[in-house]
């Protein structure tokens, strides 16, 4: 059974930055597996913000974050990172970590995820 542990989240001025941390464990070969990172806010459903693959790092970016935030991993620690720059008030949401299925192409779609992380708070104030 993977475990996804996020960190690093809080509360942050608008133009400000922050990154997210997740680690994960209990899955062999963490670097044949994509991981993507999404978001929600009350109300409304789990969005996609950011992927990255498992072979050779390729990165995708919802529009809303593209030049803002960067998706990064590495595979000895196994552990993903979301370095979050210039956000704002609209970038307020629980983030989630997530990991897609060996050898495929990262989760953009919540039905895509094999498992979530608990989530952590960002709250960007104006």
């Known amino acids: 059974q993977v475990q996804l542990v996020e960190s690093g989240g809080g509360l942050v001025q608008a133009g400000g930055s922050l990154r997210l941390s997740c680690a994960a464990s209990?899955?062999?070969?963490?670097?044949?597996?994509?991981m993507s990172w999404f978001r929600q806010v009350p109300g409304k459903e789990r969005e996609f913000v950011a992927g990255?693959?498992?072979?050779?790092?390729?990165?995708y970016y919802a529009d809303s974050v593209k030049g803002r935030f960067t998706i990064s991993r590495d595979n000895d620690k196994t552990t993903v990172y979301l370095q979050m720059n210039s956000l704002k008030p609209e970038d307020t949401a629980v983030y989630y970590c997530?990991?897609?299925?060996?050898?495929?192409?990262?989760?953009?779609?919540?039905?895509?995820?094999?498992?979530w992380g608990q989530g952590t708070q960002i709250t960007v104030s104006p």
């Open positions: 990255i693959s498992w072979k050779i790092a390729k990165t």
């Open positions: 997530t990991i897609g299925s060996q050898f495929t192409d990262y989760p953009t779609r919540p039905d895509s995820v094999d498992s």
């Open positions: 209990g899955r062999a070969f963490f670097n044949t597996y994509p």
